[in-house]
């Protein structure tokens, strides 16, 4: 009889093959036998060893100070069961479980009259926990969606100053306006403009435009307008200012 050393690989192989179809060391209540085993043991179960770990687990909870969880990055604490005293007396170690059960983690051969064993009293438990933190995650992932759905999108724009100069004072300055504006393009809206004296009676054309960062930039005002080269010498950023 007995499990063997449970702290090696070989005895915690034997404790999940002879819970593979019980919920508990004895009976159907946790009891003392549970925490001998359990003491045993130098901690959870690997997951390969998928009954011995549901089963620590399980009686692990019943001593828990605190259980902690994460669900989309947000910490949620759940009260923690009271301290629990097993009923029961124990008895020594190797009085529990069967030696007949293989290390590889078959249980032995059940007996007629042990279909009441086929009752897995995890099975429904675990099935209303996965269900319950299944039902939170979706909970929480409409409240994000619906959060997230509501905040306005802030869209970075700059107002700019542009002094668009002719090659002399002969050049017709109302179609260099009408050429500037010409130029047309997504994330961009030309504003006022006026002319300003330069010198010798030439007069350059001070247009603002409000361009949407991510869309337009500088380099691309200048290379589009000084693309009207016979009547355009040259263009400068006057002023640019975030909004």
């Not at 869209?155 to 700019?160: D, L, T, V």
């Not at 050049?171 to 006022?192: F, Y």
Request: glycine letters at 8%.
């Amino acid at each position: 009889m007995g499990f063997g050393d449970l702290k090696s690989d070989d005895g915690v192989a034997v404790l999940n093959g002879f819970l593979e179809d019980k919920s508990y060391i004895e009976g159907y209540v946790p009891s003392q036998a549970d925490t001998a085993v359990f003491n045993a043991l130098s901690g959870a179960p690997a997951e390969k060893y998928i009954h011995a770990r549901r089963w620590y687990n399980h009686i692990n909870s019943y001593s828990s100070d605190e259980r902690l969880w994460y669900d989309l990055n947000i910490k949620m604490i759940e009260y923690p069961l009271s301290c629990h005293s097993f009923p029961g007396v124990q008895k020594p170690l190797d009085e529990y479980g069967s030696s007949s059960t293989s290390v590889g983690g078959a249980a032995p051969a059940k007996d007629s009259g042990d279909d009441e064993d086929d009752f897995d009293l995890f099975g429904s438990e675990d099935e209303e926990e996965s269900a319950e933190a299944e039902r939170l995650k979706e909970e929480r992932l409409a409240a994000y969606a619906e959060k997230k759905a509501g905040k306005k999108t802030v869209i970075a724009k700059s107002n700019i100053v542009l002094d668009v100069k002719p090659w002399d004072d002969e050049t017709d300055m109302k179609e260099v306006e009408k050429l500037v504006r010409s130029v047309q393009t997504d994330g961009l809206v030309w504003g006022a403009s006026k002319l300003a004296p330069v010198g010798y009676g030439i007069m350059k054309l001070q247009i603002t435009c409000v361009v949407e960062d991510d869309k337009v930039g500088t380099d691309f005002l200048e290379e589009e307008i000084t693309k009207f080269e016979d009547l355009i010498q040259s263009v400068d950023i006057a002023a640019f200012n975030k909004i």
